[in-house]
């Protein structure tokens, strides 16, 4: 059985309902602090600090496959740094131990351009370069990237990871990132027709279509063990723009949107990120390729919450 941690959010959200689909609605156990709106399926509340829980539910469940997205996020960590290195590095450090020690064959660690920071080269930042975060959460993944290896090399533990870029969703509202501008933009467009971004007009990030992360992330847990290279975290691109981009691309089909500038923290937390990604090493070793751009994401996006809004 599968087990997921921090199934209610953004990417927890759609991620459990993909695996469902691919393995089976009973065959998936969702897990998070409270339980969901609507809620469907195999579910059990978790705070991801239990160890003693987790352990029970790991063998009452038979759990041979671990999705861990159970995590405070970029800028909401900077509110409350001692707890997000608590619940980002030592949660995870549980949910590898435990893995090890109960026999669990496989699992999944999202890292994130966070752990990259203002010495890192900007521009297709390599896979093997300077990493030196400057938040909280970028230093608990990138400590975390550095466990995952271990437990790979010091155990065999199959452990594997992507560093996702920012995720473009409509299924759930932003949860705390710094490129959580990206989606509420479109919510923002449709609703009142304008948006007051909290990053400055030029501030280029690498970003991902949600079907893109979901689809990367199910096809590396499903590559042959063989085909893994890199057992700390794989880079992950899709595209690069940033929030005037945006705003020009949602006006062909909004003509009267009107977007307004005013940065707050989070822009500095932005400067200290790359603008584009270089994934060749994903790309190569599992065949890792994106479907969206700027232009189909904004459709899709624009399509999806016209419908959730009742918008003809």
């Known amino acids: 059985m599968i087990l997921v941690t921090g199934a209610n959010g953004q990417i927890g959200t759609v991620l459990t309902e993909a695996l469902r689909e691919a393995f089976g609605e009973d065959q998936v156990l969702a897990t998070d602090i409270k339980k969901p709106d609507g809620h469907t399926g195999p579910f059990e509340m978790l705070d991801i600090l239990n160890t003693q829980r987790i352990t029970e539910i790991v063998g009452d469940y038979n759990i041979t496959t671990i999705?861990?997205?159970?995590?405070?996020?970029s800028a909401n960590g900077e509110w409350n740094p001692q707890k997000t290195w608590n619940i980002n590095l030592?949660?995870?450090l549980s949910i590898l131990e435990l893995a090890r020690a109960q026999g669990v064959r496989k699992v999944f660690f999202p890292s994130t351009i966070a752990v990259f920071g203002p010495t890192t080269p900007r521009i297709s930042t390599p896979q093997h370069t300077v990493i030196e975060p400057s938040t909280v959460y970028g230093i608990s993944k990138a400590t975390n990237e550095l466990w995952c290896n271990y437990y790979f090399n010091r155990y065999g533990l199959d452990v594997r990871s992507v560093r996702y870029p920012g995720i473009i969703s409509y299924q759930s509202m932003p949860g705390g990132g710094t490129t959580d501008y990206a989606v509420d933009i479109f919510h923002q467009a449709l609703l009142t027709g304008q948006y007051t971004c909290f990053l400055k007009a030029h501030t280029r990030l690498p970003m991902m279509y949600m079907d893109d992360a979901i689809r990367a992330t199910l096809e590396l847990m499903a590559a042959p063990q063989e085909k893994i290279k890199i057992r700390t975290s794989y880079n992950l691109a899709a595209m690069s723009f940033t929030p005037a981009e945006l705003a020009e691309e949602i006006k062909k089909h909004i003509p009267d949107f009107k977007i307004m500038y005013e940065p707050d923290h989070r822009q500095e937390i932005a400067e200290s990120w790359t603008e584009s990604i270089d994934d060749?090493?994903?790309?190569?070793?599992?065949d890792w390729k994106h479907d969206f751009n700027l232009e189909t994401m904004t459709i899709e996006m624009l399509k999806q919450l016209k419908l959730k809004y009742n918008h003809v």
């Open 67 to 73: 999705y861990h997205l159970a995590a405070i996020l």
């Open 90 to 92: 030592n949660g995870s």
């Open 280 to 286: 060749h090493e994903a790309r190569k070793d599992w």
